[in-house]
């Protein structure tokens, strides 16, 4: 059996899973990926050989199940997480279906959730370990055309601030990224497709920027980082003032846009 502590990643396919599964086994930890892109999981085994690969459906509540049990019940020593799976369907609550309001909340909020007390008890009976998980600023700021995705993360903000305090004792650490809207395809698919504007404030940040902040993480064990760090203030501001937003957004929109427009242009989408 291979000996080494294992580095665990949902969304593992992504642009930023594959950025932390290159971080992560450079820092010395074997792979455990999964992902419900088949054939992206398939690459990144190719890429790492060693890792054990899950291509699980985490809208599927059995495959869910079964993976969490196996998180839970390993026999490895799961000393890092990164729970990064996410989905974003903009759009204006009474243009959406159920089903697509539904598709986020499973996967941004419900599946993250059990996937941190998965390995909260696994880590808990280890005694030790870190859990990662990829939130947004809209975690504090609700954005209209984005109603289903900002209740997902402020529901998931909730969660981890209680788990956090509560797996302190056990030498377990819960830490949460806030990035501000980043190059990904979700992010250029938000611009051709209904998006909030507010997403395009200010220069979308790169995936390398997160992985900064993921290390940052490992190393200061905090609760809560934000990206740009200089958007923590800002986001918490207008969460404590929720109407802020609603005065603020007409000229918001208007900037935005403008960055949307500029955005889309410097990408050729």
Not at 193 to 203: A, E, R, V
Request: aromatic share 8%; with cysteine; proline share 4%.
């Amino acid at each position: 059996m291979n000996n080494k502590k294992i580095a665990f990643i949902s969304g593992a396919a992504g642009g930023l899973g594959q950025a932390a599964a290159e971080l992560f086994h450079n820092q010395g930890y074997r792979l455990w990926l999964t992902d419900v892109d088949q054939q992206g999981v398939e690459k990144l085994q190719k890429h790492y050989p060693d890792a054990i690969i899950d291509n699980t459906d985490l809208m599927d509540d059995e495959q869910l199940e079964a993976l969490c049990l196996k998180l839970e019940s390993s026999e490895h020593d799961i000393q890092l997480a990164y729970i990064n799976a996410g989905v974003s369907l903009p759009g204006k609550v009474v243009d959406t279906n159920r089903n697509k309001i539904d598709l986020q909340l499973n996967i941004n909020l419900r599946s993250a959730c059990h996937f941190n007390h998965a390995l909260a008890c696994k880590m808990k009976a280890q005694g030790g370990g870190h859990i990662i998980n990829t939130l947004s600023t809209a975690a504090m700021i609700s954005l209209q055309e984005g109603a289903a995705y900002c209740a997902s993360k402020f529901g998931l903000r909730g969660f981890l601030i209680a788990l956090a305090a509560e797996m302190k004792p056990y030498g377990v650490t819960v830490s949460g990224i806030y990035p501000n809207a980043i190059d990904t395809p979700m992010l250029r698919y938000e611009a051709v497709n209904g998006g909030s504007p507010l997403n395009f404030l200010d220069d979308p940040i790169t995936p390398d920027d997160i992985i900064t902040a993921i290390q940052k993480a490992q190393k200061g064990k905090k609760l809560e980082y934000f990206v740009p760090a200089k958007d923590s203030l800002s986001a918490k501001l207008i969460s404590v003032f929720p109407g802020l937003l609603n005065r603020l957004y007409p000229l918001l929109e208007k900037m935005g846009e403008k960055g949307r427009q500029k955005y889309i242009r410097s990408r050729g989408l």
